[in-house]
């Protein structure tokens, strides 16, 4: 059985940090590529940071220089190092697999809120 599961949400003020923790299970973690996306009030989900199996990285312009996805395939782990957050940051933050052993398949974690205030 496949497990996303996020951590690390929380309230923070406003020039802060974050990092927020996704561990998976069920599929072989090495080989599958990892993303974290972002959801709004009343705004569609967004793709944020994205890692493949060989670690390589893409992300949102809006986190570009803020934000840092990273993987440990010894943990089963990917992180998201989130700095200098501001209000616009507030979201539900997901974690997606995309994963291909033993079986192609995309599943997603529960989401983490991060609510960015003074």
């Known amino acids: 059985q496949v497990h996303v599961v996020e951590s690390g949400g929380g309230l923070v003020q406003p020039g802060g940090s974050l990092r927020l923790s996704c561990v998976a299970s069920?599929?072989?973690?090495?080989?599958?590529?990892m993303s974290w996306y972002r959801q709004a009030p009343g705004k569609e989900r967004e793709l944020i940071a994205f890692?493949?199996?060989?670690?390589?990285?893409n992300y949102a312009d809006s986190a570009k220089g803020r934000f840092t996805i990273a993987r440990d395939n010894s943990k089963n782990t990917v992180n998201l190092q989130m700095n200098d957050l501001q209000p616009d940051d507030t979201a539900v933050y997901y974690c997606?697999?995309?994963?291909?052993?033993?079986?192609?398949?995309?599943?997603w974690g529960q989401g983490t809120q991060v609510t960015v205030s003074s």
């Open positions: 997606k697999a995309i994963s291909f052993s033993p079986t192609y398949r995309t599943d």
């Open positions: 890692i493949s199996s060989g670690g390589s990285t």
């Open positions: 069920g599929f072989t973690f090495s080989t599958a590529a």
